[in-house]
Nanobody, 124 residues
Framework: EVQLQASGGGLVQAGGSLRLSCAASGFTFGDWDYSIGWFRQAPGKERERVSCISHEDGRAYYVDSVKGRFTISRDNAKNTLYLQMNNLRPEDTAVYYC???????????????WGQGTQVTVSS
């Protein structure tokens, strides 16, 4: 059974940093069977794909609003996905979810497996 456990959220002032972690079980990143990514959903807004890694080519993708500030990475030995978030802004406030998808590329919206979400709040 695939399980994803996200952590690392919290309250931070604008300009600060946080690192989100997503521990995976039930599948192995190194097997390259899954595309993986981070999504977020703010109150009253639709869920948005923030960043992802396609298993087909290993490339990382970012939504324009976080380019240059967020970095997605993976540690295959620890079976963990990370999202380093720097220079945070109030508009980054949302619940952040990690997700995995049995797809070659990470561009689908409805991934197969989801973590429980971790709250990120950025104060101005």
């Amino acid at each position: 059974e695939v399980q994803l456990q996200a952590s690392g959220g919290g309250l931070v002032q604008a300009g600060g940093s946080l690192r989100l972690s997503c521990a995976a079980s039930g599948f192995t990143f190194g097997d390259w069977d899954y595309s993986i990514g981070w999504f977020r959903q703010a109150p009253g807004k639709e869920r948005e794909r923030v960043s992802c890694i396609s298993h087909e080519d290993g490339r990382a993708y970012y939504v324009d609003s976080v380019k240059g500030r967020f970095t997605i990475s993976r540690d295959n030995a620890k079976n963990t996905l990370y999202l380093q978030m720097n220079n945070l802004r109030p508009e980054d406030t949302a619940v952040y979810y990690c997700a995995a998808d049995r797809a070659a590329y990470c561009f689908r919206e409805d991934y197969d497996y989801w973590g429980q979400g971790t709250q990120v709040t950025v104060s101005s």
